[in-house]
């Protein structure tokens, strides 16, 4: 998934963020871990809320707009009716 919300794009550099995933059985069913690394602090602006801040700071607060809302609307895609 690639996208850029910078607000100077001359801030932007070519070393890309890292997003791992891990799985791993619970309880409850299933349990998803992620964390990002390299996230650079350029300033960016989030269309959905118009806040404007530091990508890493936007990234700590709104992880679920930006990773697990995707993910989701993504995979439902591919759901298979029975």
């Known amino acids: ?3 850029n919300f910078a607000l100077d794009p001359s801030e932007v ?3 890309d963020s890292t997003v791992v995933l891990t799985f791993q059985k619970n309880i409850a069913g299933a349990e998803i871990q992620l964390v990002q690394v390299n996230v650079p602090d350029y ?3 989030v269309p959905e809320t118009g806040e404007i801040s530091s ?3 936007i990234v700590n607060t ?3 707009l930006l990773y697990w809302e ?3 609307r993504y ?3 591919g759901e298979v009716s029975a």
Do not use: E, G, I
């Open 62 to 64: 709104h992880w679920s």
């Open 13 to 15: 550099t070519d070393l």
């Open 1 to 3: 998934m690639v996208w």
């Open 70 to 72: 995707p993910m989701r």
């Open 55 to 57: 990508l890493s700071s």
């Open 43 to 45: 300033k960016v602006s």
């Open 75 to 77: 995979f439902h895609k």
